[in-house]
């Protein structure tokens, strides 16, 4: 693991990243969802593509990367694109997971590959909007310390900027973020996928030009079983921008 200091708006961010197959001359960046961290997208792909250059990236304000202040998912692309341009990676390949995808989408990369990504608007069951309802009511209150009985379980535990961030990222709408992008896309989906639907991902391939869809069976975290196949439809891809 090592920890490059990039600045962003007069904020310093330590990042945190690791590299496999250092002497390979293509990159393939990984970013990790909501929660997560490079760890698991490094246990889930390290052991396939192995000529190319991995990058495993801790975002900011998970892992062992800081953030001290609020941001939202603009901010952490172009963070994460001052973070290649001081290491010297080129964006040829950048698959994101879930939240991940969303920051991959921005990098624009050569190939862009979305693997559960989040983007697409889903309303909220009647439920969940009750609950908002009464948090902001003992907000009022001034009971906001339950704050806990009330977030969702990816905002528990978060530190009050992380929570600002989760409230700024979580219904953001990417569809002209996906349509505007005019690269290479392979978006490979949980067929039981409950976090983002199978439905985003046919919303996305619509709205991506040159776009393929894999479906596979499993949840959100579907990837980890099917990491292998996965990277030789990435190398399919990638494959066919060689010629351009």
């Not at 964006?91 to 590959?113: E, N, Y």
């Not at 996906?178 to 896309?185: E, H, K, Q, V």
Request: glycine share 6%.
């Amino acid at each position: 693991m090592a920890l490059k200091s990039i600045t962003y708006n007069q904020q310093t961010f330590k990042i945190s990243y690791e590299i496999v197959n250092p002497q390979s001359k293509i990159d393939f960046i990984l970013l990790h969802g909501w929660g997560s961290n490079k760890n698991l997208m490094k246990k889930s792909f390290a052991p396939y593509m192995k000529d190319y250059r991995h990058i495993y990236i801790d975002l900011p304000g998970f892992g062992s990367s800081s953030c001290d202040v609020a941001l939202y998912t603009d901010n952490y692309a172009k963070i994460i694109d001052l973070f290649l341009i001081e290491i010297g990676a080129s964006k040829d390949i950048v698959l994101g997971h879930s939240f991940g995808g969303k920051v991959a989408t921005l990098l624009k990369p050569k190939v862009l590959v979305l693997v559960s990504s989040a983007g697409i608007f889903v309303p909220k069951p009647l439920s969940i909007k009750l609950k908002i309802m009464l948090f902001k009511f003992f907000k009022l209150l001034g009971l906001a310390k339950f704050r806990s009985l009330f977030v969702a379980a990816d905002a528990k535990s978060l530190s009050e900027e992380m929570y600002q961030t989760f409230k700024n990222v979580v219904d953001e709408d990417f569809s002209e973020v996906f349509a505007s992008y005019d690269g290479l896309a392979l978006l490979c989906w949980g067929k039981e996928d409950s976090a983002t639907p199978l439905s985003s991902s046919k919303k996305i391939d619509e709205l991506i030009k040159h776009s393929s869809l894999i479906v596979y069976d499993g949840n959100h975290y579907f990837f980890m079983n099917y990491a292998k196949d996965i990277c030789e439809n990435i190398e399919k891809t990638f494959l066919k921008t060689l010629g351009k």
